[in-house]
């Protein structure tokens, strides 16, 4: 079975730094793409970031360009989103997305990870 | 980049209803369109990609419909359990979502 689990959420400060994990289970990790994926309280979603199966490209929403870094360890089937100089506006849940191989919408995602950004 | 446009945003209907929800593109996605149902609290569940092509284990109530610029998510008989918000989403140039539209009950 597929399983995505988000972790790493919490409280953060204004300019303040979080990683958030995304272990990933019962696929060949290392074979498929994966994306991050936001949704603030009671909004839309948002799509952040996505990394290559060899994790060797990456793009990024404009919204987080330069501030948000994603990478994979594809030994540990996990996968990071490093998220420096927080802003309020990037309060949300977090989901991890997995990428279809012969198609490119997400097939399947994680449950999500909250972050709040607040003093 | 590409926006997308649902509508309606907001839409009341009673089980057995059938609903129609519109996705529209600011340029051509050809088919590269997917649709997801959402429910509070919950991860997006994949319902449609391709535009038309059934996620294996979505009831087949669930169709989707469209090419080019414009598409449609049709429910043919609203259940208990189809009341979620619901979102297109374009991947013919990286990943852009629809506002969503909420499903709820009349």
């Known amino acids: 079975e597929v399983q995505l689990v988000e972790s790493g959420g919490g409280l953060v400060q204004p300019g303040g730094s979080l990683r958030l994990s995304c272990a990933a289970s019962?696929?060949?990790?290392?074979?498929?793409?994966i994306n991050w994926v936001r949704q603030a309280p009671g909004k839309g979603l948002e799509w952040v970031s996505y990394?290559?199966?060899?994790?060797?490209?990456?793009y990024y929403a404009d919204s987080v360009k330069g501030r948000f870094t994603t990478s994979r360890d594809n030994a540990k089937n996990s996968l990071f989103l490093q998220m420096n100089s927080l802003r309020a506006e990037d309060t949300a849940a977090y989901y991890c997305?997995?990428?279809?191989?012969?198609?490119?919408?997400?097939?399947?995602w994680g449950q999500g990870t909250l972050v709040t950004v607040s003093s | 980049d590409i926006q997308m446009t649902q509508s309606p945003s907001t839409l009341s209907a009673s089980v057995g209803d059938r609903v129609t929800i519109t996705c529209r593109a600011s340029?051509?996605?050809?088919?590269?369109l997917a649709w997801y149902q959402q429910k509070p609290g919950k991860a997006p569940k994949l319902l449609i990609y391709?535009?038309?092509s059934l996620e294996s284990g979505v009831p087949s109530r669930f169709s989707g419909s469209g090419s080019g610029t414009e598409f449609t998510l049709t429910v043919s008989s609203l259940q208990p359990d189809d009341f979620a918000t619901y979102y297109c989403?374009?991947?013919?140039?990286?990943?852009?979502f629809g506002q969503g539209t909420k499903v709820e009950i009349k």
């Open positions: 997305a997995r990428v279809n191989r012969g198609d490119q919408h997400f097939d399947y």
């Open positions: 019962g696929f060949t990790f290392s074979s498929y793409e």
């Open positions: 990394v290559s199966g060899g994790g060797e490209t990456t």
């Open positions: 340029q051509s996605l050809s088919s590269r």
């Open positions: 391709k535009a038309s």
């Open positions: 989403q374009q991947y013919n140039t990286f990943w852009t």
